[in-house]
């Protein structure tokens, strides 16, 4: 069984994040650990020291608790192994990092707004915690049925990251799993959108399909059997819509990705959840 | 629920009756079939003076009883609920310048009527609303011509703008494969919710609930509300995806999402998308984009 945190404010992306999480638990195998961080807000300082400070804290930490509890409470019956919740007071991406290295988890789970122009999701991926987080993540944008699983490969280097991540945590095949290489487009070539039958190789795609190849055979060593095979070179926007009806994407990204990556353009249109694995 | 659907004898109304048609299967409402004889047109005028009943040769009745057929067929002559007995296709005038089919289905389950009014097409469909209290009043429009009618240009977003209940302008141009709902408030109705559900379900689409934000954060309330029509939608199994725009950039997504086909807005009374989205770009959006426009009250 894995370790996942899931970390979870009293707003709307954490409730989502939560009944994902929860969903997530039909086809994972794993312990779900809530957590709150709750930040004081940078430039005020906390009141004065020992027993003022403490009482201040202990204030901040019930409301917090109170606000949290809340949101488990209404999900509780849907998500049997559920950990009594970890309230702490302190800098939201230090704390994470802190608990994930302290107590080893597999997975990060937190949730994400899809906004227009992704500035949440850009502002996330760059964010300390995203860089230096020793587990993968996901990243839960809307409350989807995570049954179906993409895993998008784009070069060799994604390939043993991102499938032993998916591989770690699906331990048995209870979801069902795609492979799709991808590519952009780039002006004035042309769109692809094949699916894979058998063996056939489509002629230009011999790469991809030899690169699909290594992934299908590191799957079947652990059982798997992916349902469909795809090769796709499309723009971002495309690629997008084609991955909308997934539960779940997952998808490498280098730890300093930059911010005009079309990786991170992609991902950022994606409204499924999108499981992060670094590469 | 009380539907009013405006129409003329253009095929663009013969596509707004189908979609009422549907809606109605669903929902068994009262459906009212309206034409308006311009006053202008000196003919029309002379000849409802004269006699209601000669108005049969008139293009536009016979358009409504040709949409009446249209609507009827949609359903199974046994189940349909607004099957009469029958008579005379016959127009009485029950008060100055509103006329009436005579039999319209008195022994019916549920009421279709069909109604001819004189004047101004847009401002007789809004006295219509109100005098009958409709929930939602239906119209379609000519996409190609910037979503006018053959009788007035500005008929439909006439009507979208000042209409005191619920609108859909119904466009034949693009299937509806996703309903994208804008909402900027907390104050959203049972009616309308279960209006939303309908759509989805009737086209079988995907939706998306919209929360308009100012300073790239919603506010609590908003936030509360959508969790709430999010745990609606699932528990009639119906997976909805949240976005978040911020209000600034509202133009940009409004013109990006409509090609998903329906564009829907929740503008209540204090509602900041009457701020964000005033009269002149209602308009546009009616005029210029390919989409159905669903104004939600």
């Given at each position: 069984?894995?370790?996942?945190?899931?970390?979870?404010?009293?707003?709307?992306?954490?409730?989502?994040?939560?009944?994902?999480?929860?969903?997530?638990?039909?086809?994972?195998?794993?312990?779900?650990?809530?957590?709150?961080?709750?930040?004081?807000?940078?430039?005020?300082?906390?009141?004065?020291?020992?027993?003022?400070?403490?009482?201040?804290?202990?204030?901040?930490?019930?409301?917090?608790?109170?606000e949290i509890a809340q949101?488990?409470?209404?999900?509780?019956?849907?998500?049997?192994?559920?950990?009594?919740?970890?309230?702490?007071?302190?800098?939201?991406?230090?704390?994470?990092?802190?608990?994930?290295?302290?107590?080893?988890?597999?997975?990060?789970?937190?949730?994400?707004?899809?906004?227009?122009?992704?500035?949440?999701?850009?502002?996330?991926?760059?964010?300390?915690?995203?860089?230096?987080?020793?587990?993968?993540?996901?990243?839960?944008?809307?409350?989807?049925?995570?049954?179906?699983?993409?895993?998008?490969?784009?070069?060799?280097?994604?390939?043993?990251?991102?499938?032993?991540?998916?591989?770690?945590?699906?331990?048995?095949?209870?979801?069902?799993?795609?492979?799709?290489?991808?590519?952009?487009?780039?002006?004035?070539?042309?769109?692809?959108?094949?699916?894979?039958?058998?063996?056939?190789?489509?002629?230009?795609?011999?790469?991809?399909?030899?690169?699909?190849?290594?992934?299908?055979?590191?799957?079947?060593?652990?059982?798997?059997?992916?349902?469909?095979?795809?090769?796709?070179?499309?723009?971002?926007?495309?690629?997008?819509?084609?991955?909308?009806?997934?539960?779940?994407?997952?998808?490498?990204?280098?730890?300093?990705?930059?911010?005009?990556?079309?990786?991170?353009?992609?991902?950022?249109?994606?409204?499924?959840?999108?499981l992060l694995c670094k590469? | 629920?009380?539907?009013?659907?405006?129409?003329?004898?253009?095929?663009y109304s013969a596509h707004?009756?189908?979609?009422?048609?549907?809606?109605?299967?669903?929902?068994?409402?009262?459906?009212?079939?309206?034409?308006?004889?311009?006053?202008?047109?000196?003919?029309?005028?002379?000849?409802?003076?004269?006699?209601?009943?000669?108005?049969?040769?008139?293009?536009?009745?016979?358009?409504?009883?040709?949409?009446?057929?249209?609507?009827?067929?949609?359903?199974?002559?046994?189940?349909?609920?607004?099957?009469?007995?029958?008579?005379?296709?016959?127009?009485?005038?029950?008060?100055?310048?509103?006329?009436?089919?005579?039999?319209?289905?008195?022994?019916?389950?549920?009421?279709?009527?069909?109604?001819?009014?004189?004047?101004?097409?847009?401002?007789?469909?809004?006295?219509?609303?109100?005098?009958?209290?409709?929930?939602?009043?239906?119209?379609?429009?000519?996409?190609?011509?910037?979503?006018?009618?053959?009788?007035?240009?500005?008929?439909?977003?006439?009507?979208?703008?000042?209409?005191?209940?619920?609108?859909?302008?119904?466009?034949?141009?693009?299937?509806?494969?996703?309903?994208?709902?804008?909402?900027?408030?907390?104050?959203?109705?049972?009616?309308?919710?279960?209006?939303?559900?309908?759509?989805?379900?009737?086209?079988?689409?995907?939706?998306?609930?919209?929360?308009?934000?100012?300073?790239?954060?919603?506010?609590?309330?908003?936030?509360?509300?959508?969790?709430?029509?999010?745990?609606?939608?699932?528990?009639?199994?119906?997976?909805?995806?949240?976005?978040?725009?911020?209000?600034?950039?509202?133009?940009?997504?409004?013109?990006?999402?409509?090609?998903?086909?329906?564009?829907?807005?929740?503008?209540?009374?204090?509602?900041?998308?009457?701020?964000?989205?005033?009269?002149?770009?209602?308009?546009?959006?009616?005029?210029?984009?390919?989409?159905?426009?669903?104004?939600?009250?």
């Amino acid at each position: 069984m894995i370790s996942a945190l899931v970390s979870l404010n009293a707003d709307l992306a954490s409730s989502i994040a939560f009944r994902y999480a929860c969903r997530l638990m039909e086809y994972i195998d794993m312990r779900l650990q809530p957590i709150h961080v709750e930040e004081v807000d940078k430039g005020s300082f906390p009141p004065g020291s020992g027993w003022v400070r403490s009482t201040w804290e202990k204030g901040l930490l019930q409301t917090a608790e109170e606000e949290i509890a809340q949101l488990v409470n209404a999900e509780k019956a849907d998500c049997p192994s559920l950990d009594a919740t970890i309230v702490e007071i302190g800098e939201y991406d230090e704390a994470l990092l802190h608990e994930i290295e302290e107590k080893s988890y597999d997975l990060l789970v937190e949730g994400v707004l899809t906004s227009f122009h992704g500035q949440l999701f850009h502002r996330k991926i760059r964010s300390r915690l995203y860089r230096f987080s020793p587990s993968p993540i996901i990243i839960v944008k809307n409350l989807v049925q995570p049954d179906r699983v993409a895993v998008l490969l784009k070069d060799a280097l994604d390939v043993t990251p991102l499938i032993s991540t998916f591989l770690k945590l699906f331990s048995t095949p209870k979801a069902s799993v795609d492979l799709i290489h991808f590519a952009f487009k780039e002006s004035g070539k042309p769109e692809i959108k094949e699916k894979i039958q058998d063996d056939a190789v489509p002629v230009g795609s011999e790469n991809a399909c030899k690169l699909l190849n290594t992934a299908k055979d590191l799957l079947a060593e652990k059982g798997w059997r992916p349902k469909e095979t795809w090769v796709i070179r499309d723009t971002a926007e495309k690629i997008s819509e084609f991955l909308s009806d997934y539960g779940l994407i997952g998808a490498c990204l280098p730890r300093n990705v930059h911010k005009d990556s079309l990786m991170l353009d992609l991902l950022s249109r994606i409204p499924s959840a999108t499981l992060l694995c670094k590469k | 629920m009380k539907i009013l659907v405006a129409v003329d004898q253009n095929p663009y109304s013969a596509h707004a009756v189908l979609e009422v048609a549907k809606l109605a299967a669903n929902t068994w409402a009262n459906v009212s079939l309206l034409g308006v004889l311009s006053k202008t047109d000196t003919k029309e005028r002379s000849a409802v003076a004269e006699a209601p009943s000669g108005l049969a040769d008139n293009p536009l009745i016979k358009a409504l009883f040709v949409h009446r057929g249209t609507f009827l067929s949609y359903f199974k002559q046994k189940e349909c609920p607004y099957t009469s007995k029958g008579g005379p296709d016959e127009l009485a005038e029950i008060r100055k310048g509103v006329y009436q089919l005579v039999h319209a289905s008195k022994s019916a389950k549920k009421k279709l009527n069909i109604r001819v009014r004189t004047g101004n097409p847009g401002r007789e469909i809004l006295s219509e609303a109100k005098e009958e209290e409709s929930d939602l009043i239906v119209l379609g429009c000519d996409h190609m011509k910037g979503c006018g009618w053959e009788s007035g240009a500005t008929v439909p977003r006439k009507v979208a703008n000042d209409a005191p209940c619920s609108v859909l302008i119904a466009k034949a141009a693009k299937d509806v494969k996703r309903i994208v709902c804008c909402l900027d408030h907390d104050r959203v109705s049972q009616a309308s919710l279960e209006m939303i559900n309908q759509m989805v379900s009737l086209h079988g689409a995907q939706l998306t609930i919209v929360g308009l934000a100012e300073n790239q954060g919603l506010k609590a309330e908003v936030e509360r509300k959508l969790d709430n029509i999010l745990r609606y939608y699932h528990e009639r199994g119906i997976d909805p995806w949240i976005e978040m725009v911020d209000i600034a950039f509202l133009d940009s997504f409004v013109a990006r999402d409509a090609r998903w086909g329906l564009m829907a807005l929740w503008m209540g009374k204090q509602s900041i998308l009457e701020k964000a989205f005033p009269k002149s770009k209602l308009d546009k959006l009616i005029k210029r984009s390919d989409a159905s426009v669903l104004i939600l009250r």
